[in-house]
């Protein structure tokens, strides 16, 4: 996999950058069939509801691990990205896989992350996430949508919406009608890496068909964490082999 100092630019004035083929069928397959009947899934999933109550279902965790999410979290085509993207050495942060099941998957309403993460102490925006498409995504089974530019707005107040939490409605209103939003339709395979101000939402799954998606974050290494409690790791995430996703086969 190829990133272009088009590439880096197009990060730096959308806020995104969409890669497509980065990991192959055969991966994507074997990364659905974790999702479907593997542990970790099993053990983290739960649900968020949305503003009308509907759930937006995911599994989150904190520690690399040792299984194929770990592979795909270290694997050199994500960390070597997330570097150039970041423009500094990366931490693994979290990774979650996005369970937009067909017919039943709740909305995100727009939210940057860092509204999130501001609040678990992380000093700037230093904070990037790779979101693979597992399954076809597209505006019928809600895809994801995001403002382009909006990393530029710096970080927006958050509130509770439902379970979740998101931007300002107020403002939000006039942010909507200044910047392009963009509906980001993917192939199963493809990644599209953000930054953490980005402002981001995608409507309920009414769709037949799923829309799953596996989320990894990083955080810069040299950007301090305040309290006790470390949800990023402190050391370089280490990279692993070009086809280590392979020996879940
Ligand atoms: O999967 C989605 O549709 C939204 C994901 C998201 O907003 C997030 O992970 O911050």
């Known amino acids: 996999m190829f990133l272009s100092q088009e590439h880096k630019w197009n990060y730096e004035r959308d806020g995104y950058v969409l890669l497509t083929d980065v990991f192959s069928p055969l991966e994507v397959k074997l990364m659905i069939r974790a999702v479907e009947s593997g542990e970790r899934v099993a053990q983290t999933t739960h649900g968020s509801a949305d503003a009308s109550g509907k759930k937006a279902r995911l599994a989150l965790w904190h520690e690399l691990g040792d299984d194929i999410w770990a592979a795909a979290s270290t694997s050199p085509r ?36 860092y509204g999130y993460w501001y609040d678990q102490g992380f000093l700037f925006p230093r904070l990037i996430s790779a979101f693979a498409a597992l399954d076809t995504a597209t505006i019928e089974n809600g895809c994801l949508q995001v403002l382009r530019g909006s990393h530029h707005l710096g970080r927006l107040d958050h509130g509770r919406v439902g379970q979740q939490t998101g931007a300002d409605a107020h403002r939000m209103e006039l942010i909507e009608s200044t910047l392009d939003r963009v509906y980001v339709e993917m192939k199963p395979g493809s990644v599209l890496f953000f930054h953490s101000n980005l402002l981001h939402s995608s409507a309920p799954n009414n769709s037949p068909h799923h829309r799953r998606s596996f989320i990894m974050c990083y955080n810069a290494l040299a950007n301090p964490q305040l309290g006790e409690r470390k949800t990023s790791e402190q050391r370089p995430v280490p990279v692993g082999a070009d086809e280590c996703i392979l020996q879940f086969a």
């Open 78 to 113: 994500i960390v070597n990205a997330v570097r150039i993207l970041l423009g500094e050495e990366a931490a693994f942060f979290h990774g979650k896989v996005m369970l937009k099941e067909a017919r039943s998957g709740g909305a995100w309403e727009w939210h940057q992350d």
